[in-house]
């Protein structure tokens, strides 16, 4: 195995020779292989081992062991402790989804303050089965059903090669030492019941079972490359990226066959479960919405429209006092008094100062708003400017204005009102400008 596996250090992973790595370590067979191996082969590394306290002095044990594992190989270790219950409970998290986030937010910390370049896990391919399976029975796509990536990111896993039985082989025939997770044992979990009841019955009838799985997953792997490959392309021809907006033309989209595929890739990353809603709403009306945790997909017209969700009350209203050069919250801005409005341009206004009165006021428009436009006569409603102006739904929701005793200065990056401009008799003249 120790073969094999350098063999396989050096033609996927040559890069980690010189580099410093982070072996996650929980005590068990697979992670103490791991380390083993790497030990055998003098790579630099530290192993990092997490105490969830999740199994009594147990938990405590396989801290203690994997301490002297490592001062045994004279090898740098860190470990912690962690209350997952109570972090679980908090953030309303299962146990295991809690376990895996305190992991691996641990894990970066230690991979910036110690300089580390990887972190290094034991998954090997019974786990990559597992995963299969797992996603199988939820319902998935073809992204679910190509395994555990060998790869991601800063994450590698060097062990995916391997089946479990070649790694048991391995830690007998070289007198590693283990500790046995009692939870292992329990059919609590899905993935411990497929491990100890379905996948020994599947390779009863198929002995070729995990050779036969590497190759159907690397194919898998092959056709998702393709999807990914030709989302990209179609993506340049559909979507337009504005500011801080994903624009999907559905003119464009509506020529693609299998456009759900194509907006399941897109949007996939941006935290959407109801995917039917989705792909209904690009024959909705205009105004109808889908929500994510974070963000909107909007139908506007001819688009599907995506914006961050917004985090501040379109209620709520930030004043602005007479000494403040400066304002951070919510937009980025400052005031200036200058001697002339030569130097101008659509990030800026310049008003009269003995025309407004302090403190200002930013805040959201709201529904029969009306300002003068700079330039025209007479006043005009935001709501018919905003249509004139063409501006989306989403474009419209994040505006802001500035008002001086409840009249609008600025319809903030879009038109200056007329009642606050400079005049050939103005004294003192303020610039507006947005950082």
């Not at 048991?168 to 500790?179: G, H, L, P, Q, S």
């Not at 979990?189 to 070729?208: A, C, F, G, S, W």
Request: with cysteine.
């Amino acid at each position: 195995m120790l073969t094999k596996f350098q063999n396989q250090l050096n033609q996927k992973f040559s890069f980690l020779k010189e580099k410093k790595l982070l072996l996650a370590t929980s005590g068990g067979i697979d992670s103490m292989v791991l380390v083993h191996l790497f030990y055998k082969l003098k790579y630099n590394f530290v192993v990092a081992h997490c105490n969830f306290q999740l199994r009594g002095t147990e938990s405590d044990e396989d801290e203690s062991f994997v301490i002297s594992e490592c001062e045994k190989l004279k090898n740098s270790f860190f470990t912690v402790k962690f209350d997952t219950k109570k972090f679980a409970e908090d953030y309303k998290l299962s146990i295991q989804l809690a376990a895996r986030n305190l992991r691996y937010d641990w894990f970066y910390e230690i991979l910036q303050k110690e300089n580390c370049d990887y972190i290094l896990t034991a998954h090997h391919l019974d786990d990559s089965l597992e995963t299969f399976l797992i996603n199988f029975t939820r319902g998935t796509g073809l992204e679910g059903l190509t395994g555990i990536p060998a790869q991601n990111d800063k994450i590698i896993r060097p062990l995916l090669l391997f089946s479990r039985k070649e790694i048991e082989d391995f830690a007998i025939e070289n007198k590693i030492k283990w500790r046995e997770d009692s939870s292992n044992a329990s059919d609590k979990y899905l993935r411990n019941k497929l491990r100890h009841d379905v996948i020994p019955t599947i390779k009863e009838l198929q002995p070729n079972l995990l050779s036969s799985f590497e190759k159907t997953i690397g194919n898998l792997q092959q056709s998702q490359s393709l999807v990914e490959d030709a989302s990209k392309l179609v993506y340049k021809i559909v979507v337009k990226e504005q500011d801080n907006l994903l624009k999907i033309n559905l003119k464009e989209l509506l020529k693609l066959p299998n456009y759900a595929a194509y907006l399941y890739q897109w949007l996939k990353d941006f935290g959407f479960t109801a995917w039917s809603d989705i792909t209904e709403l690009v024959n909705a009306q205009s105004g109808k919405q889908v929500f994510s945790e974070e963000f909107i997909l909007i139908k506007d017209r001819d688009y599907l429209i995506l914006s961050p969700k917004n985090e501040i009350d379109s209620a709520e209203v930030f004043l602005v006092y007479k000494k403040e050069s400066q304002v951070n919250i919510p937009l980025k801005f400052e005031f200036c008094n200058v001697g002339d409005t030569t130097i101008s341009d659509s990030n800026s206004i310049f008003v009269d100062e003995d025309k407004i009165k302090f403190p200002l006021m930013l805040r959201k428009w709201r529904e029969g708003d009306y300002f003068y436009p700079l330039g025209m006569k007479g006043k005009k409603k935001l709501s018919k400017y905003f249509k004139d102006e063409k501006l989306s739904l989403i474009e419209k929701s994040q505006v802001w204005l500035l008002c001086s005793d409840n009249q609008i200065i600025w319809v903030i990056g879009k038109r200056q009102d007329e009642r606050f401009k400079v005049e050939t008799n103005t004294i003192n003249i303020v610039q507006i400008r947005i950082k």
